[in-house]
């Protein structure tokens, strides 16, 4: 699988392109932000006709990188859902969808922001998951170390070849990584904004996605 390897607390992981981080040693993968049903929402809270296609492609994202890696545990990091109503107005074909993907594997629900709490999916529906030397939590602690989270939706700029790009990205350091929002309709927040500068050290990465990952200084 193409992505950045860097290490955190000694646990060998990978960025990949998709969004998702990948820990190989506990063939884990992890994504923040899902977003599921959010098209739904939008229609019924604005009135906006969004084409109702984030959660089929969001997905087979999923579903493909579960495919290249096997993953038997999957990590989702909080707001995996857009809300109670969301999850309750998801189509049966994509309720069974994310019932097949789950099948033979452990699945742990971090419950976010926007998360109902208990829903009728499968998996675990926890506050956080330690699993030594990580601790996968859905946002930022000041004092953490080891910790993986997301909520905030990061991206960042590269410039290649006298081209600016900006992508959603990954932002990791010492202590933490905070994950990219997997989700398609999700939006960002810059990296350089206060409330993620503040939380990452002096030689923070960001890791943007897409087919061929860059690397970059943290924006300040």
């Not at 060998?12 to 190989?24: D, M, N, R, V």
């Not at 959010?38 to 959660?55: F, M, Q, V």
């Not at 994310?98 to 709490?117: C, F, K, M, N, Y």
């Not at 087919?211 to 970059?216: G, K």
Request: aromatic fraction near 6%; include cysteine.
């Amino acid at each position: 699988m193409d992505g950045y390897d860097f290490t955190l607390s000694g646990a060998p992981l990978k960025a990949l392109g998709s969004g998702a981080l990948w820990w190989p040693e506990e063939s884990l993968l992890v994504v923040s932000d899902l977003h599921l049903g959010k098209s739904e929402r939008i229609a019924r809270r604005d009135g906006a006709a969004l084409a109702p296609y984030d959660t089929r492609d969001t997905l087979n994202r999923l579903a493909a990188d579960l495919a290249l890696s096997h993953a038997r545990t999957v990590v989702c990091l909080g707001d995996s859902f857009d809300g109670l109503a969301s999850a309750e107005a998801l189509p049966e074909e994509e309720r069974q969808w994310i019932t097949r993907l789950q099948a033979g594997r452990r699945w742990v629900w971090i419950e976010g922001s926007h998360d109902p709490g208990p829903v009728e999916f499968g998996g675990a529906h926890l506050a956080e998951l330690p699993l030594p030397p990580l601790t996968f939590r859905p946002i930022a602690q000041d004092s953490a170390s080891g910790e993986i989270s997301g909520h905030y939706h990061p991206k960042a700029s590269a410039t290649i070849k006298d081209r600016t790009i900006t992508r959603p990205a990954f932002l990791i350091d010492s202590n933490r990584i905070i994950l990219p929002a997997y989700g398609v309709y999700t939006g960002g927040l810059r990296a350089a904004t206060p409330v993620i500068a503040s939380l990452m050290r002096p030689e923070a990465i960001a890791v943007l996605t897409g087919a061929n990952p860059a690397v970059v200084p943290m924006p300040r």
